[in-house]
């Protein structure tokens, strides 16, 4: 079945430390996007890309990057320069091609400062 | 400015009831959609409902529908015969296009629905 994988579920990290939230898709979708959800804020876009080698920052990109030099594979890199990183963050794609269709999410990961 | 609000933090309902969730947007934008998704206690968020600017008739999907009021920019999720597996955070949404031509959405800040026995 198609879907997209979020990896890890959980994630530790030490102040300072840089980590790399996965997220894979096999749905052939073109444009995969990168969620954060706090408490009561609902959720903001960090990054987006629409195609290859091609990506543009959202709402908060400040302290993330991303690459997307794959079309399945969209990972995000949550750096030291983001203060306030723990949270739940949600990778989503959807077709390009059809402007009514849904996004589709993975599962989550939920990132810890520890 | 807020564009996707929803003033309802959490909801009650009985079993086999129906509810209604409220969502109101704001856009200048001719062309929109509008999007409800649940999102469960596991973290997943599901997609249930697509609404179109341009759609002349309500949007539905099972026990799904959306009261959808243009004038008003309202885009009301309603669910009908309440069950207990509807026990979810509930977020509205809206399709917006970028300034290069691409599409992103916009999520409300959510309402926690919860279906009693």
């Known amino acids: 079945d198609g879907g997209i994988t979020q990896s890890p579920k959980y994630l530790f990290r030490k102040e300072g430390q840089n980590v790399t939230l996965s997220c894979e898709q096999n749905l052939n979708h073109d444009a995969m996007y990168w969620y954060r959800q706090d408490p009561g804020q609902g959720l903001r876009l960090i990054y987006y890309s629409q195609i290859v080698n091609d990506f543009q920052k959202g709402d908060i990109a400040e302290g993330y990057s991303v690459s997307r030099e794959k079309k399945e594979s969209f990972p995000l890199t949550v750096t030291s320069a983001q203060k306030n990183p723990t949270a739940f963050y949600l990778c989503?794609?959807?077709?390009?091609?059809?402007?009514?269709?849904?996004?589709?999410f993975g599962s989550g990961t939920r990132l810890t400062v520890v | 400015a807020q564009k996707i609000t929803q003033t309802q933090p959490g909801m009650f309902v009985q079993e086999k009831e129906a509810v209604t969730l409220d969502c109101t947007y704001d856009t200048s934008d001719p062309s929109y959609g509008l999007f409800w998704y649940k999102q469960p206690s596991s973290g997943e968020m599901i997609f249930l409902i697509y609404q179109g600017s341009y759609d002349q008739q309500n949007a539905t999907e099972g026990r799904y529908s959306l009261n959808f009021q243009k004038a008003r920019k309202s885009a009301n999720l309603v669910i009908s015969a309440s069950q207990l597996g509807d026990s979810a955070m509930y977020f509205c949404?809206?399709?917006?296009?970028?300034?290069?031509?691409?599409?992103?959405?916009?999520f409300g800040t959510g309402t926690r629905l919860k279906v009693l026995a």
């Open positions: 989503a794609s959807r077709r390009t091609e059809v402007s009514n269709y849904g996004y589709t």
């Open positions: 949404a809206m399709r917006e296009e970028t300034t290069s031509g691409t599409y992103k959405y916009i």
